[in-house]
């Protein structure tokens, strides 16, 4: 592990000043991901300041009927909060799906956002990968990309975003709170957040520099039946090779209200407002679900390996739909 600098932050604004006037800075809280990759050189940061003693680690009402999370709670704690199991099922079950017991009760709720790949070719350092070194190339294009985007990819990188949690709460709609250095706070949209990769794939999201995470908002609950299905190669300890969270609202036999958002097809989770609309004022049916699957899929593109990934997110997708409005989940 390269040598670094560790400093403390007292307060959320104080580490995003201090992070603004240096380079190569990491913020730690939960380290779940960041120290993997700093014993693996693949992130090599020179000052590590540490926020894991901040007051963000709070599930708060907020006046519209929605919660605030703070960035530190930690995803174990979000998983029990009662309010969230009550009325947002579909993020509990997302955490309670990733990782293990031990990493949910360290990791926190603003380092899950910003998880970083686990593309092979981004661990290894002996090989290209544009997200870790700029122009260098994509070997994951030409290689074993069984886990990769089909979906939001470009030529330049296919890498996927790992986290469970960001897919639930990209279908619930959430915004995501900044502290920036300059001692104003920012909400982006979590849709907002995220970059596609284009031709810099290593700029993931739309933070600046010094910019910190405080929160996250969800807004007042919907209803309707919540399910999160996750598709993996081990029922435990395993990323996505699709996921799907469904939030389905029904009226009269048709349906009324539909959120969905998607895990493992794309290098953020991936949202289809088309899809959506297309679904609502519709009577559940089998063929309903194909034209769902074709909407969502009408860009994808597999590289080889990953081919099967547009059939199984067609699969899956009916499944929960199915489920969502009627079947068992």
Known sequence: MKAFDYQRADSAQAAAAMAANAQGVRFIAGGT??????KLEIERPETVIDISRLPLDAIEDTEDGGLRIGALVTNSDLAADARVRRDYEVLARAL????????????????????????????NRAMPCNKREPGSGCAALEGRNRIHAILGGSE?????????MAVAMMALGASVEIQSPDGKTKTLALSELYRLPGDTPHLETELEQGDLITGVVLPAPVGGRQIYRK???RASYAFALVSVAAVIGLEDGKIGSAQLAFGGLAPMPWRNSDLEDALIGQTPSPELWGRAADILLADAKGHGENDFKIALARRTLAHVLDAACGGEK
């Not at 991901?33 to 700093?38: C, G, V, Y």
């Not at 990733?98 to 998880?115: D, F, Y």
């Not at 330049?156 to 469970?164: G, K, L, N, Q, Y």
């Open 156 to 164: 330049h990188c296919i890498a996927t975003h790992p986290s469970d």
């Open 231 to 233: 598709v993996r190669d």
């Open 33 to 38: 991901n960041l120290l993997d990759l700093m």
């Open 96 to 123: 309670l799906s990733g990782a293990s017991g031990q990493l949910r009760n360290k990791a926190t709720t603003g380092g899950n956002l910003l998880q970083r790949t686990r593309c092979f070719y981004f661990y």
